[in-house]
């Protein structure tokens, strides 16, 4: 039984861990050029915060040539500090948006690497020389600890990061080439800006229906940022509801007598289901609501038989090793 429990789980286990390891590989080839591109266009802008010095010997050989000058012609002409120019905001934002742009993509590299390491530890830590029951439970051990501390959330960490950072480079992009050449700048922008209204579109379209298979890193945060405000709002009508209803709606034992009243409590009812509806669905987290399309019913399945199998041995909850 131990056996065939650790076969199917190794399975698993090792289907996820893959696709894990898969795409932070990818990042990682991308990120490499991708920062070596961003750190090419930063060496060059970078150059525009500081004064030249071609600028300064430019003024000290004027004003040499006016002292000069003042000498044949018997005036004279007072020496002048040499006051550089300051960089201009479009300067200092194109600058910023390319360093945040080339950070967040060593973090997302960084990110990527962190999860080929867990990954690996995964699966090595169960593989201990022993019976097939310490392995199980080893296994049982790092599978919940990856579900109580959301290492799926970990996973979708380096794509949003990279997304990001794309989304900075080009911004900054667009404000270099307006500096430079309009017309360039208003092309670019127009490309990127179809680009980006493609994107958005992606990014909304799953937190609007689940079956869409279309989807991007943002999908998620903004997915969170929507039910969030929903229940915010809820908060708030429900608060306003309960304040008319007490108004309207004697204390006693919630007899309704008139029609505003039945109106009031119904729209109450509404309210009150509805943002119970929205705080299941934060807690529940996007991921879960949106497993009802059919690529996610193998995971589903797999992940149901193993928890059964688990808690049919009564290990739903294991403190420690040395406790097992």
């Known amino acids: 039984m131990w056996y065939t429990y650790m076969k199917e789980a190794v399975e698993y286990d090792k289907f996820m861990t893959d696709a894990w390891r898969e795409d932070a590989k990818g ?19 970078y150059k525009k915060l500081s004064p030249s010095s071609g600028d300064r010997n430019a003024f000290y050989l004027q004003q040499i040539s006016q002292q ?9 002409v007072p020496p002048q500090d040499f006051s550089p ?31 080929q390491q867990w990954a690996r530890r995964y699966l090595q830590l169960p593989q201990i020389p ?4 310490e392995q199980a439970r080893v296994r049982s051990f790092l599978f919940f600890g990856a579900h109580k501390y959301g290492i799926t959330h970990a996973v979708g960490l380096p794509p949003l990061l990279l997304h990001l950072s794309i989304l900075l480079f080009f911004a900054g992009l667009v404000l270099f080439f307006y500096i430079v050449h309009k017309t360039i700048a208003i092309v ?8 980006g209204v493609v994107y958005l579109a992606l990014t909304i379209l799953p937190c609007i229906d689940y079956h869409s298979p279309y989807r991007t890193p943002m999908s998620n945060v903004l997915w969170y940022i929507w039910q969030s405000f929903l229940s915010s709002a809820t908060l708030c009508l429900r608060w306003l509801l309960r304040l008319l209803h007490s108004c309207f709606v004697p204390y006693n034992l919630g007899d309704v007598t008139t029609l505003r009243q039945s109106i009031i409590t ?7 289901d509805s943002s119970e ?48």
Do not use: C
């Not at 022993?130 to 029951?133: E, Q, R």
């Not at 670019?188 to 680009?195: A, H, P, Q, T």
């Not at 119904?266 to 009150?272: A, E, G, N, P």
């Not at 529940?284 to 059919?294: L, T, Y």
């Open 27 to 45: 990042f990682l080839v991308f990120t490499g050029l991708f920062s070596a591109v961003v750190a090419v266009f930063l060496l060059e802008s």
């Open 68 to 76: 000069l000058a003042s000498f044949t012609d018997g005036t004279s």
């Open 85 to 115: 120019n300051l960089p201009t905001i479009p300067i200092i934002w194109i600058n910023t948006m390319w360093v945040l742009s080339l950070v967040l993509s060593i973090m997302s590299a960084l990110s990527a690497i962190l999860i």
């Open 130 to 133: 022993g019976l097939a029951s």
């Open 188 to 195: 670019l922008l127009i490309s990127v800006g179809l680009f």
């Open 266 to 272: 119904r729209w109450l009812q509404t309210i009150d």
């Open 277 to 324: 509806k929205y705080k299941r669905h934060l807690k529940d987290g996007f991921r879960r609501q949106s497993s009802r399309k059919p690529w996610m019913r193998l995971y589903r399945w797999t992940s149901r038989r193993l928890l059964g199998f688990l808690g049919g041995l009564g290990w739903l909850r294991i403190p420690s090793f040395r406790n097992s």
